[in-house]
């Protein structure tokens, strides 16, 4: 079966700390990956994706994240985080052989303390 | 652009009674969809639109949910009768391309009672 797993319900960092989100997908194929973060009671906000090229792909506010294929994982990661980095991050897979279905993990909750 | 807007933002409502969400994607995206999220079940896709065209129904729970999206700017999403366990937040995202990413709405949080 086709999933995403997010294996840490939360996170926690001190800010000015470096960051990372963990994701692991199992599906078919070379797939789409996605990174999405929401904020309290905001919709979902695109953050950065990878379709093919540079594993190593930037997104918005200073996030990047790392394809690995061999690990079939997309990590997400920031160099320094800030405390207003605090939310909820959904990593979210399309397989390949799907022009629309999007697998979405269960969500991380990320908390930046002071 | 304004983005996705969704309304209401937030709706109570008792059992049995008609519940409809709106939606207006942004202008120029083909694609529609309609998510819901509860903390149980986390994000489920209901119903997806190209072109103004369900192409995938398969997530909407049961007969008592229905979408339509008459034109390119406007879906809605209804549940009739309405139940306790409907309780959840209801995102529309709209998409330009296949391989583009989703734009989300803020979310219409239904309660009912």
């Known amino acids: 079966a086709q999933s995403v797993a997010q294996p840490e319900d939360q996170v926690n960092v001190a800010e000015g700390n470096p960051l990372t989100v963990k994701c692991t997908y199992s599906?078919?194929?070379?797939?789409?990956l996605f990174w999405y973060v929401q904020y309290p009671n905001r919709g979902l906000q695109f953050l950065l994706k990878?379709?093919?090229?540079?594993?190593l792909v930037k997104g918005s506010y200073g996030f990047e994240a790392e394809f690995n294929k061999s690990q079939t994982s997309f990590h997400l990661k920031k160099p320094s985080a800030l405390v207003s980095d605090s939310a909820l991050y959904f990593c979210?897979?399309?397989?390949?052989?799907?022009?629309?279905?999007?697998?979405f993990g269960s969500g991380t909750r990320l908390l930046v303390r002071p | 652009d304004a983005g996705v807007i969704q309304s209401p933002r937030h709706e109570v409502t008792e059992m049995g009674q008609e519940v409809t969400l709106r939606c207006k994607p942004i202008?120029?995206?083909?694609?529609l969809f309609w998510y819901r999220q509860t903390m149980m079940r986390g994000l489920e896709l209901l119903i997806y639109f190209n072109n103004n065209v369900p192409i995938d129904d398969s997530g909407m729970p049961e007969d008592r949910f229905s979408a339509k999206m008459p034109n390119a700017s406007f879906s809605t999403l209804k549940i009739q009768p309405s139940e306790p366990r409907d309780s959840a937040v209801y995102f529309c995202a709209s998409r330009a391309a296949q391989l583009g990413e989703l734009f989300f709405g803020e979310g219409s949080r239904l309660t009912v009672l």
């Open positions: 202008s120029g995206h083909n694609s």
């Open positions: 979210a897979v399309r397989p390949m052989d799907s022009s629309y279905k999007l697998i």
């Open positions: 599906v078919s194929g070379n797939p789409y």
């Open positions: 990878y379709i093919t090229g540079d594993n």
